[in-house]
């Protein structure tokens, strides 16, 4: 460090720790000093070796606190919303770039890597691209309006995100092999394969992932091997999985987890966990299928999470945690859906009340969680296999 770099650093330390908040521009890649409860290491650090550490964010419109929590612990980002079609792409032929480019700007200026999340879903997709004067559109139709957005978001995004979830959720949750969604039946079951093909076009770095919820578990599991095989067989190019994992305390299903892990990776693919959370209140409803909606129930932890609920949280994290460091030469990257309780999608799904699912609390202050599973990386140090290489190395997160 040179004299003038050391200058800077300590500048940043006394103005945080006057309760300041620096510019942005003013912390470059060194992220501050942590939260005041959070004496151990950060996640991104303990994690380096093994995969990449990340979190959902909505946007760049970040509080000063939540951003030095997001850069000190977090190597990738996702967003949550702001690259869905229905943001970006509103009305037919009219992009709206603006929220997405702030959040892959903060997240390049900080050492974040970016996720992009998600070309297609059967949700959060406006009507226009299904419709043709007042009627259904025909397959060629809405083929081409899939092919024109993906070809312009994911080229909009080339050399920027390191990887894609190109489609999210199109497996069927009961009988079916797919969901019967707008894409499926306007097009046909071939969607899947041309929205990789369009996207591996667009950007041929970016490493391309099929997402879903509850894919770990039969019979989702074997629909997803069919789905990777199906794709292979049409040419397409899928790199990897993502296992959501939207889970419930008290029911986390390790051992399919760990079956799900081995068979996607002995098809050849990578695997991510992408949207992990573990939901401390009961419900009736397994997954993340948005649209099943519960009866509003008594709000349990208004008031915070008893202590042997948040000892159940750390320990089944830990257990989980265990799993991914196992299979760390499989796995590229974790990551939470949120930052921090407060910005849990759960606190409003299946029905309204305070969820605690993740490693930070509405204060941004660690929970038991967070030191449960940094003491994992402590014990296991270097007696892993190697952990896998991910994508781009300019775009790589940084450890
Ligand atoms: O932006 C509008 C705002 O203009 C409006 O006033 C407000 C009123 O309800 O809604 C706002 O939109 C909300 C949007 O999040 C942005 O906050 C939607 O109602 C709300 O439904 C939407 O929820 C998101 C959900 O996907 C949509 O289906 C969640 O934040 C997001 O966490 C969730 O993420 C999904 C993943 O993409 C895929 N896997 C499951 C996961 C959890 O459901």
Redesign the pocket.
Known sequence: MTLNQYAIWFATLMVASLGFEMPLHALGNRPLAVLQNQKEDTLRKAFHKSFAMGA?I?GAELNAAERRLLFANFNTVTP??CM?PLSLHPKEGRFRFAKADALVEMAHANGLAVNG??LL?H??CPDWFFMEDGQQAGRERVLQRLRTHIATVAGHFAGKVQSWDVV??AIDDKDEYLRKSKWLTSIGEDFIAEAFIVAHKADPKAELYY?D?SIERRPKRDKALRLIRDLKQRGAPIHGIGI?G?WALDSIPFQDIEDAILAFHSEGMKVAIT?LDIDVGKRKTDG?D?GRLERVRADLFANGLPADVQQRLADQYAQLFALFLKHQDKITRVTF??LHDGRS?LN??PFQRTNHPLFWDRDLQAKPALSAVLALTRKKADKNPQPMAIGDSKLSPQP
């Open positions: 959902a909505p949550e919303n869905k999340h998600a879903w949700k959060q999210n959720e997402n919820y959501q939207h949207e993340a948005v859906w949120g999608w409003g799904w």
